[in-house]
């Protein structure tokens, strides 16, 4: 089943189009990055999906139905920034949104534990740090134990161990069959927890997909000698190829993903007097595949 | 609704400028009404206007309702500036947004402020009621429910005073520029008024034409317009070159402005982004 599929949704500010006839899906059960530099739309497009904002074209489903705030008490959600009333204390603030989702207040302790507040849980939330207000937005969107969880930049303000944590919470999530949508500008963060990817770029959705058939779509096969350029002539002519190129003192080979076998390259090049220093077969990495796709 | 209020009462009974400002509210109006009280009794009552002023007792049933009415109206800018702060602080710390992601539709998101405006408006009535009820009693006269009407008149204008405060943090979401709008509309609106109460009468005089106290016709001045104090001897003399007051025509006025108010708000919240 789709949790989400977005139909030719856009959005404009004036003459800015912040978001142009985006589509995709997203199934049950999959953490969904949503990567994109600064205002590529990121929020724009969960802020769409969420009611904050609204479209100016185009539609979306929530649980394969017409989207209503019912499908909403459904869905965790931290969008952009911890949104909370400065002068009530996190079990204050959390007994609001329990309120509103319907939830019992019974499970207010149970996810402060999980965002390491319970010490702080009577303060109030104007005295919280960048990190802990963060940490209670997470929390909030725990309230409730909801199998769909939206995080916009989750760990925006978090030191490195509160990083790390939130990463392990949402693999964890993840393991629990939770299908989590998450949008970052940190591709860091969403090669190692999403299982699919969407990337935008100035409102267009460049790809979406299975996180390994985006990253994988290419071999890259690592080499170098002591004779570069007379390399870069020969290999020129090793089949299967779809391009070469210098990279930092290395050449890389380029083959259609699982194509690339590295005995043969090296008997390739045994075989027209080059002898390789250096051979590795490299994933192309999520970052070099993003520069790729948006510049 | 009541589920949303309920919800809505989380919100208010932590904040501390709810209690201070609603409190505050309680205690002025007895201390206003006191205060006329005293004023009238004790200065008023003793100016020689050759036996025409002293016999008269604006606390004394069946004035009362008049009185009290009247001159808690002068308060009722607290509770719009509570209801101004209480709508433009869920924009600044964008709980608005919160409460919508958390899953409140749009409607149930200003219904439950626009039925807060209401409340306050029906607490506000409630207490000018009771006010009225014991300066009544205090002044050594017999009950009476003449008059009345001034209660729903009060009403009226409470809750018109709420719904442009609602209007006005809504549209305008800054609680610094929403405030001072609401009181720049104020001084403005009530000029124009007098301008137009002046032309009113020299319509009157000089053309015969009687179109009213124009004046009652803008959006706060027809509920204000409907509260007064009660007229003195001296006054209802001279009451009678005014243009009339076309009473009726004044309350279906404040009423339909009502309206406006409700939708606009309404429109606002549910058409734009958050």
Redesign the interface.
């Known amino acids: 089943m789709e949790v989400l599929k977005v139909e030719n949704l856009s959005k404009n500010y004036g003459q800015i189009k912040a978001l142009k006839e985006v589509n995709f899906s997203v199934p049950a059960g999959t953490v969904f990055g949503i990567l994109g530099p600064n205002g590529s739309g990121k929020t724009t497009l969960l802020g769409i999906i969420m009611d904050v904002l609204k479209a100016s074209g185009g539609s979306y489903r929530l649980f394969g139905q017409e989207p209503t705030h019912e499908h909403r008490k459904q869905i965790g959600t931290l969008l952009e920034t911890p949104n909370f009333y400065h002068y009530m204390t996190a079990v204050q603030n959390l007994k609001v949104s329990a309120a509103i989702k319907e939830r019992g207040e019974d499970d207010i302790d149970r996810v402060l534990e999980i965002v390491n507040l319970a010490a702080r849980k009577n303060s109030r939330f104007s005295t919280y740090s960048l990190g802990m207000k963060q940490r209670l937005a997470i929390g909030a969107a725990l309230l409730g134990n909801p199998d769909v969880l939206v995080f916009d930049e989750p760990t925006n303000g978090l030191d490195p161990v509160g990083i790390a944590e939130i990463r392990e919470l949402i693999k964890k999530l993840s393991q629990q069959g939770k299908t989590i949508i998450m949008a970052s500008h940190l591709l860091d963060e969403v090669e190692k927890v999403c299982t699919h990817v969407a990337i935008l770029k100035q409102g267009n959705l460049l790809t979406y997909g299975d996180v390994n058939e985006i990253l994988v779509n290419e071999d890259v096969v690592e080499i170098r000698s002591s004779e570069m350029s007379r390399m870069e002539d020969v290999m020129k002519r090793i089949p299967g190829h779809t391009s070469i190129k210098l990279s930092e003192g290395n050449l890389h080979l380029l083959f259609p993903a699982g194509t690339a076998d590295l005995a043969s390259v090296n008997r390739f090049c045994f075989d027209n007097g080059i002898t390789l220093s250096h051979l590795q077969l490299k994933k192309k990495s999520l970052e070099s595949k993003f520069f790729e796709l948006t510049n | 609704m009541m ?1 949303l209020l ?2 809505e009462w ?2 208010l009974k ?3 400028a709810f209690i201070v400002l609603s409190s505050f509210l309680v205690l002025g109006v007895f201390t206003t009404n006191y205060i006329v009280y005293t004023v009238n009794k004790n200065i008023v009552g003793n100016v020689n206007t050759g036996g025409l002023v002293s016999s008269f007792n604006p606390y004394s049933f069946s004035m009362t309702w008049q009185t009290t009415s009247y001159a808690t109206g002068w308060l009722l800018m607290l509770p719009a500036l509570l209801l101004i702060i209480l709508v433009t ?1 869920e924009f600044t ?3 608005n ?10 409607e ?1 998101f200003i219904n439950v402020k626009l039925a807060l405006a209401l409340i306050i408006a029906v607490c506000m009535t409630i207490l000018v009621f009771i006010t009225a009820l014991l300066f009544g009693f205090a002044s050594g006269t017999d009950f009476s429910l003449n008059g009345f009407s001034h209660v729903g008149y009060f009403f009226l204008k409470s809750l018109s005073y709420n719904l442009i405060a609602v209007l006005m943090g809504v549209w305008i979401r800054r609680t610094g520029f929403a405030i001072g709008l609401y009181f720049i509309y104020l001084g403005a609106e009530n000029i124009i008024s007098q301008l137009l109460d002046v032309w009113s009468i020299k319509l009157r005089s000089e053309h015969g034409i009687d179109l009213g106290s124009m004046g009652d016709y803008l959006p706060m001045n027809a509920s204000d317009g409907l509260l007064t104090f009660p007229d003195n001897p001296l006054k209802s003399i001279a009451k009678s070159n005014l243009p009339t007051d076309y009473i009726w025509l004044v309350i279906v006025l404040a009423a339909g402005y009502l309206v406006l108010f409700y939708w606009l708000s309404r429109r606002k919240i549910i ?4």
């Open positions: 589920k309920k919800t989380l919100k932590n904040y501390n602080n710390y964008k709980t947004r919160q409460n919508i992601i958390d899953g409140w539709s749009r149930e058409k734009s982004d958050l």
